[in-house]
C-alpha cells in the first residue's frame, strides 16, 4: 500500500517540477542576463550564472535612456494602477450587487448583455474610443487609461455577482428588519463578506494594468507621462545596438510589484477563485 503511494506521489510530482522548471526558466534566463555584458547574453545563452555579475547593469538601466530615470516611470505606472484597480474593483462590486440582490425588469437581459461584451475583441473598440477621447480633449493624459475602469468590467462584475450569490439571502432580510436601505445593505453586509471576491478582482486590475501596453502607447505620447511597459520599448533602438541589459534588468524590476502582490494576498486569491460560483 506504501508503495502504491509512492508511485502515485511520484506520478503526480515529477510532470508537476518538469512543468514548473519549464516555466520558471525563462524568468531565470532573464535575471541571469540582466547580471551579464551585453556580449555575454546571446554567446552564453545556455548559462543561467553570470560570471562575475555586473551589478552595475541595474544603476545603468535605472537611470533610462532619455531625460528621464525609472523612477518617473514606476511613479506612473503606479499612479494609472492603483487609480485603475480602486475603481474597477468599486465600480464592479456595486453593479453585481445589483445583480446578484436587487429585482428589477429584464435582470437576465440586461445580464446577458453585459456578459456579452466579454465576446468583443478588445481591438474592436479602439477607434471609436480614440474617436471619443480625442472629442474630449483626453489624449496625452491618463484619464482614457482611468476612467473607463471606473465604469466597471463585466469579468469582475460576474466574478463578484458569483460570490455574492453564495452569502445567504437571510442576511439582506436582517438587515432590511434592521432599516436598511439597498445601498447600506451591501456597504455593511455584502462588502464586508465579499474580502475575498474584492481581493482577487484587485489584484487581477493590478496585473493587467500595470502590464498593459496598448493603452499607454495609444493615448500617451509625451516620455515624461510613459509608464513602465513603454519606458522598456525605449531600450530597443533600431539605429543603435539595443542595450540588452537595461532591458532585462528594468524588465526584472518591473515584476516585483507584481509578484509582492501576489505574495501578500495570494491565499485571499485562492479562497476568491474557489468559492466563486457557490450558491447558498
Known amino acids: 500500500m506504501n508503495g502504491k503511494k509512492v508511485r502515485k506521489a511520484l506520478a503526480f510530482h515529477i510532470p508537476v517540477i518538469l512543468l514548473s522548471i519549464v516555466m520558471i526558466y525563462p524568468l531565470a534566463w532573464m535575471i541571469a542576463s540582466s547580471l551579464k555584458e551585453n556580449s555575454q547574453i546571446f554567446t552564453q545563452a545556455h548559462s543561467l550564472i553570470a560570471n562575475p555579475p555586473h ?16 523612477a518617473t516611470y514606476f511613479s506612473n505606472s503606479a499612479f494609472v494602477t492603483i ?16 445583480f446578484a440582490r436587487i429585482p428589477f425588469k429584464k435582470k437576465n437581459l440586461w445580464f446577458a448583455l453585459l456578459m456579452g461584451t466579454m465576446l468583443l475583441p478588445s481591438q474592436v473598440l479602439v477607434v471609436p474610443q480614440y474617436m471619443v477621447f480625442k472629442s474630449l480633449g483626453w489624449l496625452n493624459t491618463y484619464l482614457p487609461l482611468i476612467i473607463p475602469q471606473f465604469c466597471g468590467s463585466a469579468f469582475f462584475i460576474f466574478l463578484n455577482m458569483q460570490f455574492m450569490r453564495g452569502v445567504p439571502s437571510e442576511l439582506d ?29 484587485a489584484i487581477f486590475s ?32 533600431p539605429t543603435v545596438a539595443t542595450d540588452w541589459t537595461g532591458l532585462f534588468a528594468m524588465s526584472t524590476l ?20 474557489a468559492t466563486t460560483g457557490l450558491k447558498g
Not at 493590478?206 to 525605449?234: C, E, H, R
Open 83 to 98: 487609480l485603475s484597480t480602486i475603481g474597477a474593483v468599486a465600480s464592479s462590486s456595486l453593479v453585481a450587487f445589483g
Open 254 to 273: 518591473s515584476l516585483v510589484p507584481v509578484l509582492l502582490i501576489f505574495i501578500c494576498f495570494q491565499k485571499y486569491l485562492v479562497e476568491g477563485v
Open 206 to 237: 493590478f496585473y493587467w494594468t500595470w502590464q498593459d501596453f496598448f493603452g499607454p502607447l495609444i493615448y500617451l505620447s509625451k516620455p515624461k507621462k510613459y509608464t513602465v511597459s513603454i519606458a522598456l520599448k525605449m531600450f530597443a533602438d
Open 173 to 201: 432580510e436582517a438587515a432590511k428588519i434592521d432599516g436598511c436601505g439597498w445601498f447600506r445593505t451591501y456597504l455593511s453586509v455584502l462588502l464586508p463578506l465579499s474580502v475575498p471576491s474584492l481581493i482577487t478582482s
Open 55 to 70: 551589478w552595475e547593469n541595474y544603476v545603468k538601466g535605472w537611470q533610462g535612456s532619455g531625460r528621464y530615470t525609472y
